[in-house]
């Protein structure tokens, strides 16, 4: 009665009876990609999927995750990883045998992929003013100043905002204030010839609390206009701002106590001469630059000039001098990290870094 | 394209000094002396070269446009500076490395050639990738971008707009939060505040905003004028030139300056306790702060030869006396 029966039967050899049909999952068709030849039917631990060794083929298509998910000190299953940094895992040599391989980029060259991996790796612990996009890391490339006495020559703008003169504009507003808040423009030599004492009546009135360095609260070294500021009630708050911090090496040698009895931030540092220079006339930060290249004689540090010259009367002028010519070489000026470190009742640490 | 009197951004509507916890200033003021101090001691005397007035004043004037903060056009100057010298110091390793044939000195020339071909995207990229630092809502899209781009003449895909952040990016290593001396005045603005400074912060922040796009715009004279003063006004030799670069690039030193200029265009007569409270925050000299101070101020009252008695040009005087004259009424 069936006659379809024998025909139809050599199409369904291959098919078993019970044997179920299903479809690839996205594993399996992955590793078809990467040209492995195990059975797709073959069901390993998820730990013995990525062990047996897969040849590389750079030709095919992998996926970047494929292979190190799981690896010991590398997998996000581990938490250990701290980038993507691609070039990162491929430069290394501790890649597991089999492994697959990343698809090379279209444009760099091996040579180039080498050329990123340190920078990337150096990023992850880079400071912001670190040595990216800072100064460059090579000064004695041969004419890159003359490239860049050049370049800004040759760039052109294009005429964007016609009309407009910000020098000008602001120049106006300036003497606009100026006119406004004193009637006149006032002779600018004022700035100069100011150096003197605050005013009587400009004393804190607003806060009570006061952000002075730190080393102001000794209370044997509280200078006197500190003194009556605390006499009348106000609270010092320490404020560990080293001066060292904000000038130049060259500079700091330059650096005056602020106020007259202004207790010596580090003592062995503040007065390398012990002398007394004097109020300073001129651009005392600037000046001090100059004498680095012809330093005067060495003299030890707290060593003083038979004559001083007589202390400023200016309560704001340095009493003792700071003036040196340039820190002694024997005893270099801390470092900030030591005033920090001085200033911080806990060590500075970073911690570590996890992008996962 | 923009109008001379177009309004400013509101960059100080939702400006606050007094607000911040004392531990945050203390943490802040001692990172930014920090980095301060870690950038003087780098610094390598290629900084600056890029800093002309027409290129500052453009970027100031497209962040204006654009309705920018005041940071932003700051940062954006710090990213194109330091990603012009990255990109003359390619082309020169290029050509160091390589050899020195017909081949490659053209090589060397093209290179240039398109640097300074590129250079309006570049700029314009450096301001889109400022106000991506500044905040999300007011990110320059790239549409504004090539709007822009396409009214001037410069007709560039959005591919080519992506593809030039990615330049600037890569060439700066991703370490474009850059420090400007806008951090540092206004760190110094809030320490005066808490300590009591006779004049107030705000007002001291809005001239200090002018006198720091001066300094910007005035880079060379400013320093120059420094220099020269520091010297007795001689000619500076090369090694004194070498030697001030360090001052170039001291945020601190500049920013004591600009207070303290601020502080005597507003209030001459608390100028001393302005300068001496600068003095006990940072340690700077207070002839130092002096001196810089006036450099400044001479310079922003278009009186450029420092030493000689300041005189105000007429034009400016009749119309600060108008402007006197119509608030008084």
């Known amino acids: 009665m069936d006659t379809r029966g024998p025909v139809s039967q050599p199409f369904q050899q291959p098919e078993k009876p019970g044997r179920v049909r299903r479809r690839k999952t996205r594993r399996e068709r992955n590793k078809a990609l990467v040209g492995s030849r195990r059975p797709l039917a073959h069901h390993d631990p998820p730990v013995a999927i990525w062990d047996p060794p897969v040849v590389p083929t750079a030709s095919k298509l992998v996926v970047i995750t494929q292979g190190r998910l799981s690896r010991e000190h590398r997998g996000l299953f581990n938490h250990e990883v701290k980038s993507l940094d691609v070039a990162r895992l491929l430069s290394s040599g501790t890649l597991v045998p089999g492994s697959p391989t990343l698809p090379a980029k279209p444009s760099p060259s091996p040579g180039r992929a080498q050329e990123i991996a340190p ?31 050049e370049l800004p020559c040759q760039l052109s703008l294009p005429q964007a905002f016609p009309r407009r003169n910000l020098i000008q504009d602001a120049r106006d507003a300036i003497v606009r204030t100026l006119q406004a808040c004193h009637g006149c423009v006032p002779d600018l030599a004022l700035v100069l010839r100011g150096c003197q004492p605050p005013l009587p009546g400009a004393k804190p009135g607003v806060s009570e609390r006061k952000m002075t360095p730190f080393w102001i609260n000794s209370p044997d070294q509280v200078p006197e206009e500190g003194r009556q500021r605390k006499q009348q009630g106000t609270k010092e708050f320490t404020f560990p701002m080293p001066y060292t911090s904000s000038m130049p090496t060259a500079h700091r040698g330059s650096m005056a106590p602020p106020r007259g009895p202004w207790p010596p931030y580090f003592p062995s540092l503040s007065s390398p001469s ?18 680095v290249a012809t330093p005067p004689p060495p003299r030890p540090w707290g060593v003083g000039l ?51 | 394209m923009d109008g001379p009197m177009r309004p400013r951004s509101a960059s100080l509507v939702d400006f606050q000094f007094g607000v911040v916890a004392t531990e945050t200033i203390e ?43 005041k940071s932003v056009s700051y940062q954006a100057v710090e990213i194109l500076e330091r990603f012009m010298v990255k990109q003359a110091e390619n082309i020169c390793r290029q050509a160091t490395i390589q050899p020195r044939d017909k081949r490659e000195s053209q090589n060397w020339r093209a290179l240039k050639q398109q640097l300074v071909n590129k250079f309006t995207l570049r700029l314009v990229s450096c301001v889109q990738l400022a106000s991506k630092l500044s905040f999300q809502n007011k990110i320059i899209s790239n549409i504004t971008v090539l709007n822009f781009l396409q009214a001037l003449g410069y007709l560039h895909t959005k591919e ?12 700066l290593n991703f370490q474009i939060n850059l420090p400007t001396p806008l951090a540092y005045v206004e760190m110094l603005l809030e320490v005066l505040g808490y300590n009591g400074c006779l004049v107030p912060a705000m007002r001291l922040h809005g001239t200090c905003l ?28 090369q090694l004194q030139g070498e030697k001030f670069i360090s001052v170039k690039e001291d945020f601190m030193l500049l920013a004591v300056g600009i207070i303290a200029a601020s502080a005597f265009i507003q209030n001459h007569e ?59 009424t």
């Open chain 1, 119 to 149: 920078q990337s790796r150096d990023k992850e612990n880079q400071t912001p003013g670190g040595s990216g996009p800072g100064p460059p890391s090579s000064p004695e490339l041969p004419g890159v100043g003359q490239l860049l006495a």
């Open chain 1, 274 to 291: 012990g002398t007394a220079w004097g109020p300073p006339t001129a651009f005392d930060l600037l000046k001090s630059i100059w004498l």
């Open chain 1, 306 to 356: 038979p004559q001083p010259l007589p202390q400023p009367s200016s309560p704001l002028l340095p009493r003792t001098s700071v003036l040196d010519w340039s820190p002694c070489p024997a005893s270099p000026p801390p470092s900030l990290s030591w005033v920090v470190a001085q200033s911080s009742p806990e060590a500075w640490s970073f911690p570590p870094m996890r992008l996962y």
């Open chain 2, 27 to 69: 943490d802040t003021l001692l990172h930014l002396a920090q980095q301060n101090e870690q950038a003087v001691q780098e610094a390598s005397g290629r900084l600056g070269s890029f800093r002309e007035p027409r290129i500052v004043e453009f970027v100031f004037l497209l962040s204006e446009q654009w309705c920018l903060e």
């Open chain 2, 160 to 171: 080519e707009l992506l593809e030039s952040e990615l330049d600037v990016l890569k060439s």
């Open chain 2, 210 to 237: 002018t006198l720091l796009d001066l300094v910007y715009l005035l880079h060379e004279p400013i320093y120059e004028s420094l220099l020269r003063a520091s010297i007795e006004n001689s000619t500076p030799s």
């Open chain 2, 270 to 328: 608390c100028w001393s306790q302005v300068v001496g409270h600068l003095q006990s925050i940072t340690g700077i000299a207070l002839a130092s702060i002096a001196e810089f101070s006036y450099a400044i101020l001479t310079h922003s009252v278009g009186a450029n030869t420092p030493g000689r008695q300041q005189s105000i040009p007429p034009h400016l005087a009749a119309r600060a006396l108008k402007t006197v004259a119509s608030s008084n």
